[in-house]
C-alpha cells in the first residue's frame, strides 16, 4: 500500500548487513549494545509493505538481536508478496512469518495487531495513520510509525488524543523523523538551545528535489485503486508533498525553536507537473512561518526536475549561524566530530531500548504537531490566506473520513486548489 520497492534510503543494509551488525558493537553508545544483547525477543507486525515499509521492518530486526518479523498486512496482496521476497533472505531468526500471519484488503491492520505483536510498524499511505495508531495503542502495541502522522487537522486532533492514552497506557511511540536520532543533529541542536548562537531571530528549511516516481494505470483499477497505488499525488492520501516530505526540514525547525509556528502566509503551485498521472497536488511551495517572539523561517520546498537542488536547515542567531545536522559558526565555531551512526536504524534502536529498559518514550506530540505546521503551510498557499495555528489546529478540513470509508471503486479526482479561490475550512 505504498511506493515501488526501490529502498534506495536504506539500501546499505541489504547491501552490507555484516557491516551494519559490525556497527552495532563500535558506533553505538555501550548501554544501547548491551541492551541489544538481551534474550527477551520481540515480535514486530508490519502494516504496509512497500518501500518505506518493507525498510523500515528491516531496521528493526538489525536494530538489536532477539527481534523477529512476526506479521505482516496490506491491502495489496502483490505488495505483500513483493516485500515478503525482501525480507525472507534475513533468515529465520529476523523473519519468522508464517502464511497465516500475511493478512490483506482494508482490514490487514486489524490482523496485524491481533496476531501476537509486540510492536507494530505504520508504514501505509499517511491518509491511514491516525485509524491504524488508534487501533495500535487500545490494543496496548509499541509503535514505530513514518511520518506524517495524518493529512488534514482532524486527523491531527486524534493523534494528540491518542498520543495522551499511549502515554497513559505506558506505550513507546517513535516515529519517523530520524533526524531527531541523528547524533549531529541531537549533539547541534541541545548546543543551540544552550545558547551556542545567542538568541535564535530567524531560520531557514528546504527540501528542493526533482520528481519522484509514477505507476501507471492499469485497465482493470477503479479509480481509487489508481489513486492509493499514486497516493503521493493526491492530498487526501499524502498532504501533498510539503507534508509528506518537507515535514522532516519544518520538523527540525520546530525541534531547534522548541515550538510550533503560531501563523503561516505563503505561496505555492502546479506549475510544470501538470500531467493527469501526478493527480491535483503543487509542485512547489514557499512559506513564511512566524513563531513565538517574532522569529521569522523560511520554508521551501519543490519537486521538479532540472533545477538547484538543496535539502536542510539554516538558523541564525544574535551570535551567530549554525547548520543543524552538525556544524556552528559565528563567536563559537564548531563542527560534529563524534559516532554517526545511520538514523534509519537508530530509530529503532531507541525504540527498542525503551521498550527493554521499561522507560517509554513518546515521540507523538512533537512529530503531529510538525505535521500540523506542514499541514498549516499547505493551507496558506492553497487558499492564499494567513493561517494561524489556532484555525489549523480547529479546522473542519476532513480527509480523515475518506480513509475510513475507504472502497475500490470510482472517486473523482479533486480540483487543483486556486489561491483566493479555495476557502478555508
Known amino acids: 500500500m505504498n511506493e515501488p520497492i526501490r529502498m534506495s534510503r536504506r539500501e546499505f543494509i541489504k547491501a552490507s548487513a555484516g557491516v551494519v551488525i559490525g556497527g ?53 496482496p502483490d505488495r505483500l508478496e513483493a516485500s515478503k521476497k525482501l525480507l525472507e533472505p534475513l533468515g529465520n531468526e529476523m523473519f519468522n512469518v508464517s502464511n497465516d500471519r500475511c493478512f490483506t484488503g482494508v482490514d490487514a491492520y486489524k490482523g496485524v495487531i491481533a496476531s501476537g505483536v509486540d510492536i507494530v510498524i505504520l508504514a501505509t499511505p499517511p491518509a491511514f495513520r491516525p ?11 509499541h509503535v514505530f510509525m513514518e511520518k506524517p502522522v495524518a493529512v488534514c487537522p482532524t486527523g491531527v486532533r486524534l493523534m494528540l488524543e491518542m498520543g495522551e492514552v499511549a502515554s497513559q ?15 549531529a543533529y541531537r549533539e547541534t541542536i541541545k548546543r543551540l538551545q544552550e545558547g551556542a548562537i545567542g538568541k535564535i531571530v530567524a531560520g531557514y528549511c528546504y527540501w528542493n528535489q526533482g520528481g519522484l516516481w509514477h505507476v501507471d494505470r492499469q485497465p482493470d483499477w477503479t479509480d481509487t485503486e489508481w489513486q492509493l497505488r499514486n497516493w503521493l499525488y493526491f492530498t487526501w492520501l499524502s498532504g501533498d508533498h510539503i507534508v509528506e516530505q518537507h515535514i522532516h526540514n519544518i520538523d527540525v525547525i520546530n525541534w531547534v525553536l522548541q515550538a510550533h509556528p503560531v501563523k503561516a502566509m505563503g505561496v505555492g503551485g502546479r506549475q510544470v507537473r501538470t500531467d493527469p498521472v501526478y493527480g491535483h497536488i503543487y509542485d512547489h511551495f514557499a512559506i513564511e512561518f512566524e513563531y513565538p517572539g517574532g522569529v521569522r523561517v523560511l520554508s521551501m520546498c519543490r519537486q521538479i526536475d532540472g533545477c538547484a537542488n538543496r535539502i536542510g536547515e539554516w538558523v541564525v542567531g544574535t551570535k551567530g549561524t549554525a547548520d543543524p545536522s552538525g556544524a556552528i559558526f559565528g563567536e563559537t565555531e564548531w563542527r560534529y566530530s563524534g559516532t554517526r551512526t545511520n538514523p534509519y536504524l537508530q530509530e529503532h534502536v531507541h525504540l527498542i531500548q525503551s521498550i527493554r529498559d521499561g522507560k517509554p518514550i513518546n515521540e507523538t506530540r512533537a512529530v503531529t504537531e510538525s505535521t ?20 489549523a489546529l480547529n479546522s473542519k478540513e476532513n480527509y480523515l473520513e ?17 489561491p483566493g479561490k479555495t476557502p478555508l475550512v
Do not use: N
Open 24 to 76: 552495532l558493537a563500535t558506533g553505538l553508545p555501550v548501554h544501547a549494545y548491551a541492551h541489544a544483547q538481551g534474550s527477551d525477543r520481540l515480535r514486530v507486525g508490519l502494516i504496509g509493505c512497500g518501500g518505506r515499509g518493507t525498510g523500515a521492518a528491516r531496521d528493526a530486526v538489525f536494530a538489536a538481536k532477539g527481534v523477529e518479523i512476526y506479521a505482516m498486512g496490506d491491502i495489496f
Open 131 to 141: 485509524i491504524h495508531f488508534k487501533a495500535a495503542v487500545e490494543a496496548g502495541k
Open 169 to 183: 497506557k505506558g506505550l513507546s511511540v517513535v516515529a519517523g523523523t530520524q533526524r531527531r536520532h541523528d547524533f
Open 372 to 391: 500540523l505546521s506542514a499541514i498549516m503551510g499547505r493551507m496558506a498557499a492553497y487558499t492564499g490566506k494567513e493561517v494561524t495555528w489556532e484555525q
Open 402 to 418: 475518506r480513509a475510513e470509508r475507504f472502497a475500490f471503486g470510482p472517486m473523482a479526482v479533486d480540483p487543483v486548489p486556486q
